[in-house]
RNA sequence: GGGAGCAUAGCUCAGCUGGUUCAGAGCACCUGCCUUACAAGCAGGGGGUCACAGGUUCGAACCCUGUUGCUCCCA
């Protein structure tokens, strides 16, 4: 780096350029340019790569403050590739999402008077299609806005038939190698979407509720009782025993016994096991296999009734006896039971109790635990098989930054739980399994290739017709194959492997940096990985930049409903994209939250002018190569350009160093220091001649 | 309940293995300037017991222990 000899100039002042910059029509301008001139395409050449998969939004969604600063961080990183020499690809594209999507065609459906229930699958997925034309290309227009450098040639869905393509051969593969399974589980159902969905899809909200305390008499006696402490009345409705721990002395003389459930009167025997807790409550605890995880191992344990009150939206079933609250929802009839057992002399208390619901990431309705028939990945398997998966976290093969999220990684994988990919939705990849009348099923990719495997697997069968599964895969079930899928890799598959056979996926991949928020680490990032190992047998990217929450002065998370985040469009408008990315990057050091002030963004604003000013003077000043210069000047814009130089390597050196850690913040402000004071206050005062005087003279 | 992390100027943060860039940066603030690149600017200026209490050390913002307050993740 260096500038070459001191120019010689005097000043012609140029009036063309407008004294304050105007960012608009100069980055509309500079957009269109790279374009037309195809500047962020690549190719596959003999230059080294440099790779960044976007993490693709929701084509629901329109461009938050929260994807500014992710992109802003990627196009700054693909760009500074690029100015590197290195053949840049940024890819970009967008995510089908399915619950997300489906509850908003279903709202906009409802809106319009049209139930989903009233439609055939296929009439649903033509609403769903029309709702993804009509909003998916919106978020992209947006990123062009924002600046984002990405090959737009290479845009890509998630769920356009190559992608789907890739989902149905990978969910097929994984079967074959015994990785994914059905079974009948207690999985978290979301009565809202009508749903089954992952542990990672449930948000754990703190809530103000009420403890009742309620008695349960013993059969044959009008004042003998047990009181067992409960949340939520209605499901005792549902009960199948009642536990108590047999070293609680108190209750020793009741196991064995019977009691009656509250008003329905269902005769419930005492049963004892260490798996109470004898502090909480009342050291009853009544059993619900139907209704609680805990409750449904121990019914399995002790070969309990499985009774579930609950229909798939929440309503109370007939299975609930009582008329009152056959056909309710289950809150109205917590409500109703308690002022009813209350009346009937069945409470003993109500204490006010502080606790937490699982409630769903994308309807916000608060999760069942429901029995349910689902599809399931085996992860333990899957990560036994693929030990790197942990491993290349852990040595930094795979960085992250910061590197403390390693251990919230290590301690996910190393209590990985097994992942429900059946969603009981449309819009989505269709599970590719096939049944018979009876539930024989078998996996397959088409309905032909389906009855010939079944008549392999089922000689004796003479069924003609297989119905396939009406469940969908779970979104993430798509998204964790983003970076081999973007290269079209599942193509050509070779013994479960990916055979990298085309272009695309051997230069490309693995990627270089992937940047995104800390909360989908396991969602997506842990998922990559998986995948990554398992059908490339190479890491997905080489770092992960871990971004923190973009937040208001007031530390409040920007939300929609507290109307705290203004649109960033009309930031762009008013200050500039380059205005806008410098606010957001200067208070933005990895993995910490953003506090977004506006005054930041007229700061990067300001700094867009100077260089706009400091542009102004130089192209202001005329190169006269023929005229006769003081020796002393010259010496004197010697020594201030070598001055300069030095300033300006010591500062090449800063930021590469900082680069080298993703210290972005720390990059900005020491470009900023060196444009500022050292570039415009110290060298362009030195060598600019004064105003009206020929430098000569 | 388990885990991770934070506390340095009004705000956001930097400060690596304890010692001449150790008390820093940017913004904000105060004072003076509409000086022909930029008032979205220029010149100057004030401001901190490094959360609190102990300890280790010749020496602590930095290491150790405890206290307080806060944040995030997981169940």
């Known amino acids: 780096m260096g500038l070459q000899q001191p120019p010689l100039f005097c000043i012609t002042m140029s009036t063309e350029i407008t004294k304050i910059y105007a960012p608009q029509q100069i980055e509309d301008k500079w957009y269109s340019y790279w374009l037309t001139n195809k500047l962020f ?40 590739a690029r100015m590197q020499g290195k053949n840049a690809l940024w890819v970009a594209g967008t995510d089908h999402a399915s619950i997300a999507t489906e509850a908003k065609v279903v709202q906009m459906l409802r809106e319009k008077g049209i139930k989903k229930s009233d439609l055939s699958r296929d009439e649903f997925l033509k609403y769903a299609w029309e709702w993804k034309e009509k909003y998916g290309g919106i978020i992209l227009k947006q990123l062009e806005k924002l600046g984002a450098s990405c090959d737009w040639d290479r845009t890509r869905f998630t769920m356009e038939p190559k992608m789907s393509e890739a989902v149905i051969n ?63 009345p209605e499901t005792i409705l549902a009960d199948a025993a009642i536990c108590v721990n047999p070293n609680d002395e108190r209750f020793k003389h009741l196991v064995g016994k019977q009691v009656l459930v509250p008003f329905i009167n269902r005769p419930i025997t005492i049963i004892a096991d260490e798996y109470v807790d004898m502090e909480f409550g009342t050291g009853c605890l009544k059993v619900t296999p139907a209704h609680d995880k805990n409750d449904y191992e121990l019914g399995k344990k002790y070969n309990l009734e499985v009774i579930d009150i609950l229909n798939e939206e929440g309503f109370l079933n007939e299975k609930a006896i009582d008329p009152r609250y056959i056909g309710k929802d289950r809150f ?46 085996d992860m333990k398997k899957f990560v036994a098989k693929n030990p790197q998966v942990l491993d290349a976290v852990m040595n930094d093969e795979i960085k992250f930054h910061p590197a403390n ?22 819009w989505g990849q269709r599970i590719p399994a096939w049944y018979d009348e009876d539930g024989n099923f078998v996996v397959a990719k088409t309905h032909h290739e389906a009855i010939a495997q079944y008549k392999l697997q089922f000689p004796n069968a003479n069924t003609l017709q297989l119905k396939q599964d009406d469940d969908v895969v779970d979104t993430w079930f798509s998204s964790w194959l983003w970076p081999i899928s973007v290269f079209d890799g599942f193509e050509k598959m070779d013994n479960g492997k990916v055979s990298k056979e085309n272009a695309d996926i051997k230069y490309y991949y693995p990627t270089n940096d992937l940047v995104t928020a800390p909360e ?26 871990y971004t923190g929450i973009v937040r208001d002065k007031q530390r ?10 203004p649109d960033p469009l009309d930031l762009i408008a008013q200050h500039g994209a380059d205005g806008v990315r410098m606010g957001m990057l200067l208070s933005s050091p990895a993995g910490n939250d953003i506090l977004f002030d506006e005054s930041q963004v007229e700061q990067g604003r300001n700094f867009a002018n100077k260089i706009w000013n400091a542009f102004r003077l130089v192209k202001g000043l005329e190169v006269k190569p023929d005229a006769e210069f003081d020796a002393e000047i010259l010496e004197s814009n010697k ?35 060196l444009i500022w004071d050292d570039y415009c206050a110290w060298y362009l005062e030195m060598s600019k001649p004064e105003y009206g005087k020929p430098i000569n003279e």
Not at 45 to 51: A, G, I, K
Not at 195 to 207: G, M, N, P, Q, R
Not at 339 to 360: F, P
């Open 332 to 377: 109205a009839v917590r409500r109703e039971i308690a002022v009813h057992l209350e009346e009937a002399g069945h409470i003993l208390k109500i204490d006010e109790y502080k606790n937490q619901v699982g409630t769903s990431e994308r309807t916000g309705a608060v999760i069942e635990p429901r029995l349910t028939l689902q599809w399931w990945v």
């Open 170 to 232: 990978t969910f097929i593969d994984l079967y074959n190698k015994g990785l994914i399974y059905r079974e009948l589980r207690m999985v978290n159902w979301d009565p809202q979407g009508k749903t089954a969905l992952s542990d990672e899809e449930v948000i754990f909200k703190d809530v103000q509720s009420k403890l009742y305390f309620i008695k349960y008499f013993l059969v044959d006696s009008k004042d003998e009782y047990v009181t067992i402490a409960t949340t939520r």
């Open 520 to 545: 989908i680490m396991f969602f997506w990032v842990a998922r990559m990985i998986m995948a990554g190992y398992e059908w490339m047998g190479e890491k997905p990217f080489k770092n992960v930049y």
């Open 41 to 80: 395409k690549s190719t596959p050449d003999e230059r080294e790569p440099f790779t960044i998969v976007i993490p693709p939004p929701n084509v629901t969604g329109v461009l938050h403050m929260g994807h500014m600063l992710n992109n802003t961080i990627q196009d700054v990183l693909v760009r500074k």
């Open 556 to 565: 409040r998370k920007m939300s929609k409903s507290l109307g705290n985040s």
């Open 639 to 673: 020594i201030s350009a070598d001055w300069f130089n030095g300033k300006l390597n010591d500062a090449y050196a800063e930021i590469s160093e900082k680069y080298t850690d993703y210290k972005l913040s720390e990059v900005l402000m020491s470009m900023y220091k």
């Open 405 to 426: 999220m390693k251990n919230t990684y290590k301690h996910w994988i190393d209590n990985i739980k097994d992942w429900c990919i059946s969603r009981q939705l449309w």
